[in-house]
């Protein structure tokens, strides 16, 4: 009866741990099986981020060799025009004519007009490719700012004047040097009546 008995509690306690077996392994894979879920899932993101990434690499490197492109265009046509306009702007001076101007003033003198209106007929028929320089400048007396401005204004009547002939106001330019170019360099009455004064430079 001994015998009997424990051979069956013997056979009971194994089965037991047979059935504990099978449902710790069944455990284990159910667990198992989550995390391979957890990392296909994880994975699959990883994907679509790095793919994502990618797309916008490659948009970034078309944006950058599209400037990159464009700049060297840019550099390009700029060098062209440069080379196209090497010596075009080295004028040669071909003439000049004077006014001068009394003290503080700048209305133009009779004697101013009729130097201007000579010039402007010779413009006119003699030289009609030419551009004016119409420099403005005056004594050594008074500020410098203020000379600067007398310089302006005294050349702008000069222009207006020339225009009022018929020379085409696109063929002037026009500048002010003040007290800082003299004609000459003493501060005698006669050197400041020759410093007051409008150089027209004529240039092609």
Same mark, same amino acid.
């Given at each position: 009866?001994?015998?009997?008995?424990?051979?069956?509690?013997?056979?009971?306690?194994?089965?037991?741990? #047979?059935?504990?077996?099978?449902?710790?392994?069944?455990? /284990?894979?159910?667990?198992?099986?989550?995390?391979?879920? &957890?990392?296909?899932?994880?994975?699959?993101?990883?994907?679509?981020?790095?793919?994502?990434?990618?797309?916008?690499?490659?948009?970034?490197?078309? &944006? /950058?060799?599209? /400037?990159?492109?464009? @700049?060297?265009?840019?550099?390009?046509?700029?060098?062209?025009?440069?080379?196209?306009?090497?010596?075009?702007?080295?004028?040669?001076?071909?003439?000049?004519?004077?006014?001068?101007?009394?003290?503080?003033?700048?209305?133009?003198?009779?004697?101013?007009?009729?130097?201007?209106?000579?010039?402007?007929?010779?413009?006119?028929?003699?030289?009609?490719?030419?551009?004016?320089?119409?420099?403005?400048?005056?004594?050594?007396?008074?500020?410098?700012?203020?000379?600067?401005?007398?310089?302006?204004?005294?050349?702008? @009547?000069?222009?207006?004047?020339?225009?009022?002939?018929?020379? +085409?106001?696109?063929?002037?330019?026009?500048?002010?040097?003040?007290?800082?170019? +003299?004609? @000459?360099?003493?501060?005698?009455?006669? #050197?400041?009546?020759?410093?007051?004064?409008?150089?027209?430079?004529?240039?092609?």
């Amino acid at each position: 009866m001994t015998t009997h008995t424990t051979g069956i509690l013997l056979a009971v306690t194994l089965a037991g741990l #047979a059935v504990s077996g099978c449902a710790t392994e069944n455990y /284990v894979d159910e667990h198992v099986a989550v995390v391979n879920t &957890r990392v296909d899932q994880v994975n699959s993101r990883v994907d679509e981020l790095s793919s994502r990434v990618d797309g916008q690499l490659s948009a970034l490197n078309n &944006r /950058v060799s599209g /400037v990159a492109s464009a @700049a060297q265009a840019a550099h390009s046509r700029a060098d062209a025009a440069y080379t196209l306009a090497q010596g075009k702007f080295i004028m040669t001076e071909v003439g000049r004519a004077t006014v001068n101007f009394d003290t503080n003033k700048s209305a133009l003198t009779a004697e101013a007009k009729n130097t201007l209106v000579a010039l402007a007929e010779r413009l006119k028929t003699e030289n009609k490719n030419v551009f004016l320089e119409i420099r403005g400048h005056a004594d050594v007396r008074g500020a410098k700012q203020s000379n600067r401005e007398l310089g302006r204004e005294r050349a702008g @009547a000069v222009g207006r004047f020339l225009a009022e002939q018929g020379v +085409p106001g696109n063929r002037m330019m026009l500048g002010s040097w003040g007290e800082d170019q +003299p004609a @000459a360099d003493k501060k005698t009455a006669e #050197a400041h009546a020759e410093n007051r004064r409008v150089e027209i430079v004529i240039v092609e």
